[in-house]
């Protein structure tokens, strides 16, 4: 059996006695994971310190005139994007993973590009595309002159873009999920008279669980988090009346405690999914077998590969058309500069990556020894700094750290020593910011891949005498080298494609590629920002296509 | 393990270092975005041997971060965009009151600070822009009239989102008093064609297109397009010349209360307003400058004279909040 029941399994394995061969031995884990979680959780305990300094007139404008229309927007968001993206993720994870058919070595990796493409460039191609004067439109009057003018600019649109962008995420996890099952138990099913679809639903898909919802908890909270994209659209959600309250009404305590209500519907959501699979163990059952994939056959295997072949061309294709185009149209005499900002941008992104990759393994591991509660709520509030606008998490960040800074410097200079500040507005903070924000994406793919080592091989590694790091480096560290890496590289490219951080917290002459794209697009000229986007999807495509190579082995 | 701690390490120092080169002649936090800001400081360290350094990045992220900084900021010069920006820099208290007779006599009153803690470096003004195929110049008279019956599924506006209709809101404010000015606003948005557009471009290719009649925007997007694609059938109109005259808003600067430059950030700050570099400012972006000795760029001085509001921009930032919360109630997207 490949899913166990630990409800059942109670008879075997008693609880305290698991728990018991599992306990490390050093509570440096625990203080590691103490510290992380403690780090990651500060900057939102900032936000919500300010919960405490209310704006009533302010707050009762919001809540009379602002906030229903904000959780009816965002829902409306979550409510299409959610289902989009598992449709498309798990479907074409399944096809690419686990089928047979004609290009699918090619989409096995090409689904994965749309991944190096911004969600806010996104919304600006798909816009200069469909809106009342792109190339569509234009088209259709030409031919019919009294054709009405469409309106993309609304919830369905938004949302139809967004999922085009975040379903790589569902759609990496599932496919890594449903490569490495093993094929045994799908075949018992299959022995046992179940039609490959019925295989499907009732082993394949309940065993990749853990690693879908991880996918749709990442693509719930970008959802919520972005700001590009819905901006681009004048589409109001949370994000949008947090910056409003803050640089329009110049209300911080009101932006806090916008964001607050935000992580607070977070942490509800964190909570159900885990308690929704909370019941589940989830465990690799027999050896991972590529060469069995399922051949589909007769009509089947052209719908699989149109499917993919709509998602490439909708999904990457047509918008590096148009941004190419674009690009074209303004060419930038002075092209050597995107060097440095590609440079930049990767430096930041693999240094972020590997430090955030590095902690969220230390919390995943510190979490399989021991899944109290206590873990459990750290984790969460680690984790949660994903959904927060990442602008209100770097107030948050940058608060804490210039009090420091100041109460450093001041003690200093009381001592006689002529200090300057060294953690705010250097490298360090924002690469700190980075990892706060993304842990999530890293600790989604690590966690769901623990959860995937079978106890009895941690017991027999023990038996023979491997505790503590040796556990970790000689027995886990390989076994999760897939897990790892994706969830390095959806950090990596995550760092590369993030705009607000960056721009808050980077230092002098740190400009990223981002950057560039904001200045340009915040003034609404969107073909030059085309160079830009054009030169970080290039520079995203390289972390992107190794991560395909590596799973593919 | 030790991998993690090296890594550790190494970022600590990377940091302690990239603090440490902190040290430069004039240290700019830029809200005004770096293609029309680096130019002038490059033309001013070729001129003085000054060395600026800068960041860009969002007007209320930068000011959140100067008053993080504290007394240990290294901001010398905040420069921004709009004036109700500019108003509330001052108001938190980060800005210092500078006295300068250069920039009294180069910037015009009404478009510096009353208690000079910044001045506005360029002007934009904020007017109507009209299809030429489907309006006719004596149907436009003031933006106020834009809410009138016979403009009803033609007007076109940006989000309200955005800071210069925010102030355009808050001048009306500050004018015709919040009952009157809510009037306006619902009648505007009873009148829109379609939902607001997030940049102001986009609306006045839709103007081109026949999405809508006419739209409220900035001289320089229209500028600017106009530059792109000469054929589109756009034409620009000066509103209230009979009555209060164009919004006016400005791009402007101020010195930080805790500046370590103090001097050389006045002298850059005063440079910016001579007429040497005030030209080049203004058609950088196809601005007005604020130097009224400068004449602006030959586009934009062929858009014709116009009388503008005489108001002082500061009142756009005391009735911002109130514009905004007026906006929402409207419906105002």
């Known amino acids: 059996m490949s899913l166990k029941n630990s409800r059942n399994s109670v008879g075997i394995r008693p609880p305290a006695f698991r728990r018991n061969i599992f306990r490390l031995k050093s509570p440096a884990w625990f203080a590691i994971a103490g510290a992380l979680a ?241 019941r589940m163990r989830f465990t690799e059952a027999g050896r991972p077998n590529n060469t069995e994939r399922l051949k589909l056959s007769g009509p089947w295997k052209w719908v699989a590969f149109s499917s993919c072949a709509l998602m490439f061309f909708l999904a990457f294709a047509l918008p590096c058309f148009k941004l190419i185009m674009w690009g074209l149209e303004s060419i930038d005499s002075d092209l050597s500069r995107y060097l440095e900002y590609g440079l930049n941008t990767f430096l930041l992104g693999l240094v972020g990556a590997t430090l955030t990759i590095a902690a969220a393994l230390a919390l995943a591991f510190v979490k399989r020894n021991d899944a109290g509660p206590l873990m459990n709520w750290a984790t969460r509030l680690a984790t949660l700094g994903y959904a927060l606008p990442g602008t209100v998490l770097a107030v948050g960040i940058f608060i804490p750290a210039a009090w420091l800074d100041n109460t450093v410097v001041g003690g200093l200079k009381e001592l006689g020593f002529n200090a300057t500040p060294f953690i705010q507005g250097s490298l360090g903070l924002m690469i700190a910011a980075y990892c706060i924000r993304f842990l999530a994406a890293g600790f989604g793919s690590v966690d769901s891949a ?60 740190w400009d990223t590629l981002a950057v560039k794209i904001y200045e340009y697009t915040s003034e609404g000229e969107w073909e030059l920002a085309a160079t830009p986007a054009v030169a970080l999807i290039l520079v995203g495509l390289i972390p992107v296509l190794l991560l395909t190579k590596q799973m593919d082995k | 393990m030790k991998k993690l701690i090296t890594l550790t390490i190494t970022a600590i120092m990377v940091a302690v270092w990239s603090a440490s080169a902190f040290a430069a002649d004039v240290v700019v936090y830029s809200a005004r975005k770096e293609h029309l800001i680096k130019p002038l400081f490059d033309a001013y360290t070729a001129e003085t041997g000054v060395k600026v350094k800068y960041i860009t990045g969002k007007a209320g992220a930068l000011l959140e971060r100067i008053k993080a900084e504290g007394a240990n900021t290294s901001a010398d010069l905040f420069i921004t965009v709009d004036a109700g920006n500019l108003w509330h820099a001052a108001e938190e208290g980060i800005l210092a009151p500078i006295n300068s007779d250069i920039l009294e006599k180069n910037v015009p009153s009404h478009l510096r600070d009353p208690q000079n803690r910044w001045v506005g470096l360029s002007v934009r003004a904020r007017t109507i822009v009209y299809n030429k195929e489907k309006v006719s110049p004596e149907e436009l008279s003031t933006y106020e009239a834009l809410g009138e019956a016979k403009w009803n599924k033609r007007l076109l506006l940006r989000t309200s989102k955005k800071v210069y209709n925010q102030s355009l809101v808050a001048s009306i404010i500050a004018d015709k008093g919040e009952a009157e000015t809510e009037k306006i606003v619902k009648s505007w948005v009873a009148n829109l064609s379609v939902a607001p557009f997030s940049s102001d471009t986009k609306a006045l290719e839709a103007v081109a297109a026949g999405v809508g009649d006419v739209a409220v925007v900035n001289t320089y997007y229209f500028g600017r397009l106009l530059k792109k694609n000469p054929a589109l059938p756009l034409d620009i109109f000066w509103p209230n010349q009979k009555t209060s005259g164009v919004h006016m808003n400005v791009s402007g600067a101020g010195v930080t209360a805790n500046a370590k430059n103090k001097k050389e950030a006045v002298k850059l700050l005063e440079w910016l307003s001579s007429d040497k570099a005030q030209g080049k400012f203004a058609s950088l972006n196809m601005e007005y400058p604020v130097n009224p000795e400068v004449k602006p760029d030959p586009i934009v001085e062929a858009w014709g004279e116009f009388k503008g509001n005489p108001m002082n921009v500061s009142k756009y930032g005391e009735y911002q909040a109130e514009a905004i919360k007026l906006m929402d109630r409207a419906g105002y997207k």
């Open chain 1, 38 to 278: 403690a780090a990651s959780a500060t900057p939102l305990l900032v936000i919500m310190s300010y919960l405490f300094s209310p704006q009533q007139e302010i707050w009762s404008h919001l809540t009379e005139n602002v906030l229903g229309g904000l959780i009816f927007n965002t829902a409306v968001l979550l409510a299409c994007i959610l289902p989009l993206t598992a449709i498309a993720g798990v479907g074409l994870g399944w096809l690419t993973g686990a089928c047979d058919f004609p290009g699918r070595k090619f989409f096995s990796w090409a689904l994965v590009l749309p991944f190096a493409i911004p969600p806010y460039v996104f919304a600006f191609v798909y816009l200069g595309i469909f809106d009342f004067t792109g190339p569509v439109q234009s088209l259709i009057r030409n031919i019919f002159p009294s054709a009405e003018f469409i309106d993309i600019r609304n919830g369905f649109g938004v949302s139809t873009i967004l999922s085009l962008a975040f379903y790589p995420y569902v759609y990496l996890m599932s496919r890594s999920a449903f490569m490495t099952q093993g094929r045994t138990a799908l075949e018992a099913a299959r022995t046992l008279g179940h039609s490959p679809a019925k295989a499907f639903f009732k082993v394949a898909l309940p065993m990749a669980r853990p690693f879908i919802a991880a996918g749709l908890v990442l693509v719930c909270m970008e959802t919520l988090a972005d700001f590009g994209a819905v901006s681009i659209f004048n589409y109001d959600t949370f994000t949008t009346a947090i910056y409003k309250a803050w640089f329009g009404m110049f209300s911080l305590a009101s932006a806090a405690q916008l964001s607050s209500v935000l992580g607070i519907i977070v942490l509800v959501a964190l909570v159900t999914e885990q308690k929704m699979r909370s």
């Open chain 1, 450 to 509: 623990i959860q995937r080592i079978t106890p009895s091989i941690g017991e027999a590694a023990r038996t023979l005498g491997a505790t503590g790091t040796a556990l970790l480096g000689r027995i886990y560290i390989p076994m999760l080298r897939k897990g790892l890496l994706t969830g390095a590289i959806l950090v990596l490219v995550d760092i590369m494609k993030e705009m607000p951080i960056t721009l808050m917290m980077r230092p002098f002459g």
